[in-house]
């Protein structure tokens, strides 16, 4: 299998695996392979496999970037789910009820055992939903790209919006959420990607103090385009000297990993052009 993107366990030493090539069913006993499933990646470079589930009836589901698929437990015919709307699957979750969900680009779906698909959130417009979870009172937790979290209840319809904030320590991350897992002891664990974001030991380039120096650390963003670091992280750690050399060390910090960045471009007159707008 190349690249394995997503993993299930499906009992009796059987573990199903996700890569850019498809769908493989292995023999943990052993590690043969029992049988392969390949999914066209379309006119994407690549696919990608971002979980699968169980369905009620011991079915298999994926959610892919081409979309939804399902295997039926008693045949090798992968079928493809509602293309539309259904085209860009992120992931699933076997509800306490046994209710079917997927997120997507658009929104929150709910699958029958028929494979007919049904809009549930938001009826009003439409939300890129990265992960989903469930937590003890029935309630699914999503993850609604750089907004937060949104707590909605498929019986009542009532939502509880957790929106990211800065000024609160131990907040929500302002990046993309990509896992969710709701834990036996009650706990909602949060995996992410951070992409995006600058920080100086810890703390957001937006929030460094002094407050009135704070734009020298945004010269180089500022200069070479913020896009330029849309999909970056860059963390910077400064040692010695008190808040003013904190500030003026961190700006040619920047400079330099984005410069180190770019060298792995195709263009390698990239770094040279922006090493002509710094001052």
């Known amino acids: 299998v190349t690249n394995v993107q997503a993993l299930l366990y499906a ?28 999914i066209a990646a379309g006119d994407r470079r690549t696919l990608q496999v971002r979980q699968l589930c169980l369905g009620s009836d011991d079915s298999l589901w994926a959610a892919t970037s081409v979309g939804l698929f399902h295997l039926a437990s008693d045949t090798d015919d992968l079928q493809r789910i509602a ?67 949104v707590a909605f209840d498929p019986a009542s319809g009532e939502t509880l919006e957790l929106n990211p904030d800065n000024s609160v320590t131990g907040s929500l991350p302002e990046a993309i959420v990509t896992h969710l897992l709701y834990n036996h002891s009650g706990l909602l664990c949060i995996g992410n990607m951070e992409r995006g974001l600058i920080k100086v030991n810890g703390c957001p380039i937006e929030l460094l103090e002094p407050e009135i120096l704070r734009v020298k650390t945004f010269e180089p963003v500022l200069l070479l385009l913020q896009g330029r670091f849309s999909n970056v992280a860059i963390r910077i750690r400064v040692r010695g000297g008190d808040y003013t050399s904190l500030i003026y060390a961190s700006s040619p910090a920047i400079s330099q990993a984005n410069a180190s960045f770019s060298t792995t471009d195709a263009d390698m007159a990239t770094p040279r052009e922006h090493k002509k707008l710094l001052p």
Do not use: C
């Open 83 to 149: 293309a539309d709307p259904i085209d860009n699957a992120f992931g699933l979750l076997l509800s306490h009820d046994r209710q079917l969900y997927t997120t997507t680009a658009t929104g929150l779906y709910r699958i029958a055992t028929d494979g007919t698909v049904s809009h549930v959130w938001p009826t009003d417009k439409r939300t890129p939903i990265s992960a989903i979870a469930e937590d003890a009172r029935n309630r699914l937790w999503l993850a609604i790209a750089h907004q937060g979290l």
């Open 11 to 38: 009992g009796q030493h059987r573990m199903w695996i996700g890569g850019e090539d498809g769908l493989s069913l292995i023999d943990t006993a052993n590690g043969h392979v029992l049988r392969t499933l390949p």
